[in-house]
């Protein structure tokens, strides 16, 4: 059984997410796309789902699932009630909701080791303050423009130049990135 804050925690910890009240209700999104947003009692969630397998998602749980309003039905979207889903299931239907409002290159960042969406969101975001932490001290950074080796020149490249893809390998030690290859 999960709550509304249960899944505040899933979608915010996803790159490029922000909540917004809007029409007296909480909503997550990304820019504009809202894939995520609760009823106003915070009992239910609609989220994001391909339209063509919605039926089948509804079919296989009705007690869980169920059609949004008839007015949202032209939108790829499907309802869940909170308390009849448990933690594992409410992540994957959060995360697959996010990954139709972001570009594909993201797609895999939700799978990485811990400290890698968050630092490649604070890149995204150029918050360079929360990014120092997630780095090691001796980073080994790789990227088309070259190599780089040291926490601190790495962060200075990164001030420089526009946001680097995703990891295409990356390595973790002490909780940390330390091995960055784009």
């Not at 899944?7 to 796309?33: N, S």
């Not at 699932?65 to 499907?78: M, N």
């Not at 090691?136 to 420089?160: F, I, M, Q």
């Amino acid at each position: 059984m999960v709550d509304a804050d249960a899944v505040r925690r899933a979608g915010l910890a996803l790159p490029r997410t922000r909540e917004a009240f809007i029409g007296g209700r909480w909503k997550l999104k990304v820019r504009q796309l809202v894939y995520v947003a609760f009823s106003r009692d915070e009992t239910a969630m609609g989220f994001g789902f391909p339209r063509d397998g919605r039926d089948g998602l509804i079919a296989s749980d009705p007690e869980t699932f169920f059609l949004p309003p008839t007015s949202d039905l032209r939108y790829q979207w499907v309802c869940a009630h909170l308390a009849r889903l448990d933690e594992t299931e409410m992540r994957e239907l959060v995360t697959d909701a996010w990954r139709m409002c972001v570009p594909q290159m993201l797609h895999d960042l939700p799978e990485r080791p811990a400290p890698v969406a968050a630092a490649w969101w604070a890149m995204d975001e150029s918050r360079w303050e929360d990014l120092r932490p997630l780095l090691h001290p001796h980073l080994h950074w790789n990227d088309r423009l070259g190599e780089l080796r040291g926490r601190s020149k790495v962060l200075d490249h990164l001030r420089a130049v526009p946001t680097p893809r995703p990891p295409a390998q990356v390595e973790i030690r002490d909780g940390q990135v330390y091995r960055w290859t784009a």
